[in-house]
């Protein structure tokens, strides 16, 4: 009993602190930083266009990005979202929806989260629905209706909990073809020292990547893993090495891989579990998007 009590004080959270820490995140929500430099931002992105300029600086169509993915506002709703924000502020000028759904699908932010520090990442895939629709139809009709599904592959820091790489196909691919660009990526913010992953990424390549790379890899293998080398004396010492689970676990620190799945969830509650674009294209750039505004959120740093 008194181990247990020990344990739970130890992994206490802060609720204090966290409650500031999402309070804050509200507030960064009505950051209106764009509008000083409107001007010199619109000039920047003019210079050397060719074809008609552009009339609404990046920082502006973010902060509407914003609105329209972490409340599921439609695009109409946020041209009237605008337009009521411009009777308080009288120099803010309002586009039109099709003008805010055009520049919002063709917005490209990067998942930049440089860091001197080492870092351990979680890697994992999860599904979104390609349409909200015909749940309804299908449940109690049986209706043959075609669901569909995007795969968004990411790699997460454990310690800091962001997005560092993620990836976005269809749900036909494979989750171990993903492995190594998220991890090179990954290695771009920073030293990764560390991967864990579940059995779908247990491959020889990938622990040779790993090893390769002075990697430590805390990949779960197959039970039934043959204990010959194989061509990978990796994959060979780590298949030998989870003979004795429990211990390989807690050397390894793999509980930490459920930082993975609780991006996930957290990812969804904040922005749902469908994409709201129809082509591909632009459903990969909303993912990255909202990935970007994640990390915002849980780093409390600006959006644009």
């Not at 090893?211 to 994959?235: H, P, T, Y």
Request: proline share 2%; glycine share 8%; charged share 35%.
């Amino acid at each position: 009993m008194k181990k247990q009590k020990r344990r739970a004080k130890k992994y206490a959270r802060n609720w204090k602190d966290y409650n500031e820490h999402l309070v804050r995140r509200g507030e960064m929500l009505l950051d209106l930083e764009f509008l000083d430099n409107w001007s010199k931002e619109l000039g920047n992105m003019n210079k050397g266009k060719r074809g008609r300029g552009f009339d609404y600086p990046k920082s502006f169509i973010m902060f509407l990005a914003v609105f329209h993915f972490l409340f599921n506002l439609p695009l109409r709703q946020t041209e009237g979202f605008v337009s009521g924000l411009s009777r308080f502020i009288p120099k803010l000028e309002k586009p039109d929806h099709s003008t805010i759904g055009r520049r919002v699908s063709k917005m490209k932010p990067k998942l930049d989260n440089k860091t001197d520090e080492d870092i351990v990442i979680a890697v994992d895939s999860s599904g979104v629905k390609v349409t909200n629709r015909g749940d309804w139809m299908r449940h109690v009709w049986k209706a043959k209706r075609k669901k569909g599904y995007l795969k968004i592959h990411v790699a997460v820091d454990t310690k800091k909990k962001r997005i560092l790489s993620m990836k976005v196909t269809t749900d036909k691919v494979g989750d171990s073809k993903n492995f190594k660009p998220l991890v090179e990526e990954s290695n771009e913010s920073g030293k990764v020292k560390k991967v864990l992953a579940d059995g779908a990424y247990d491959s020889r390549g990938n622990f040779k990547l790993l090893d390769d790379n002075g990697i430590e890899a805390g990949i779960r293998v197959r039970k039934n893993s043959s204990l010959k080398r194989l061509g990978c004396r990796a994959r060979q010492a780590s298949v030998i090495e989870q003979k004795n689970y429990d211990k390989w676990k807690k050397k390894h620190g793999y509980g930490h891989r459920w930082d993975v799945e609780c991006t996930f969830s957290s990812f969804k509650r904040m922005f749902g579990e469908f994409a709201r674009s129809k082509k591909f294209y632009n459903m990969a750039n909303e993912m990255i998007l909202k990935a970007h505004i994640y990390n915002c959120l849980v780093g409390l740093t600006k959006f644009f």
